[in-house]
């Protein structure tokens, strides 16, 4: 199964250290989203690649979030400087016409 | 942009029973999806239904894009089926816009 992966899948920081999350895609999908869903919400939007040009960024996303998708191949999320309101699911997807999600990675910032 | 709603926010059903689940959007669309997540936390895409109907063994949806809205029917429920279930929904190469999800339970 080549589905969409993600590493790690929990990850738990102290408030102020810079994490970074990896996401490998279905490999002939060229659109790579990342969405981040809190409790009892639906996931929301915060930027998305085709192949490897970062074509939409969310006003949720602030400075101190950076993607990356070199070579239009897997993507990095990095959050610098974390605040404990940055605790929450980081989900990546591929869409071919149907969209694929990954697992997941829980961040909790303490 | 789009907006999406979803009703019932919640639903508790018996096992055997069947239910309707509705998703609302507020603009034309070029792509509509549901989605299940599991109490693990992965979603799972259940259809792709831009417009007209589907069905995949006891869960079928129907899409009727001229009056905005879809529905997803689950038949003869099973504990299995517990989890939230979520539309997206987008206006074309843009990223696909979630509401809130309706929680099913589902009881032995």
């Known amino acids: 199964d080549t589905g969409v992966s993600q590493d790690p899948r929990h990850k738990i920081t102290k408030r102020g250290q810079n994490v970074t999350f990896r996401c490998d895609p279905i490999s002939e999908h060229n659109r790579l989203y990342w969405y981040r869903q809190t409790l009892g919400q639906g996931p929301e939007f915060l930027t998305y690649?085709?192949?490897?040009?970062?074509?939409?960024k969310s006003r949720l996303l602030s400075d101190r979030f950076s993607a990356e998708r070199p070579k239009g191949s897997f993507s990095t999320l990095e959050i610098q400087r974390t605040e404990q309101g940055d605790s929450a699911m980081y989900l990546c997807a591929s869409r071919g016409y149907k969209q694929f999600f990954g697992p997941g990675t829980r961040l909790t910032v303490l | 942009g789009i907006q999406v709603e979803q009703s019932p926010p919640d639903l508790i059903l018996q096992e055997g029973a069947n239910s309707t689940l509705r998703c609302n959007f507020s603009?034309?669309?070029?792509?509509l999806q549901w989605f299940h997540q599991n109490p693990w936390g992965q979603l799972i895409n259940l259809f792709y239904?831009?417009?007209g109907t589907k069905q995949n063994g006891r869960l079928s949806a129907t899409t009727v894009a001229t009056e905005r809205y879809s529905l997803l029917y689950i038949s003869s429920s099973q504990t299995t089926d517990s989890g939230v279930y979520f539309c997206?929904?987008?206006?074309?190469?843009?990223?696909?816009?979630f509401g809130k999800g309706t929680r099913l339970s589902v009881i032995a």
């Open positions: 997206a929904a987008d206006s074309g190469n843009t990223p696909l816009v």
């Open positions: 690649f085709q192949n490897e040009a970062q074509l939409e």
């Open positions: 603009d034309s669309v070029n792509n």
């Open positions: 239904i831009p417009s």
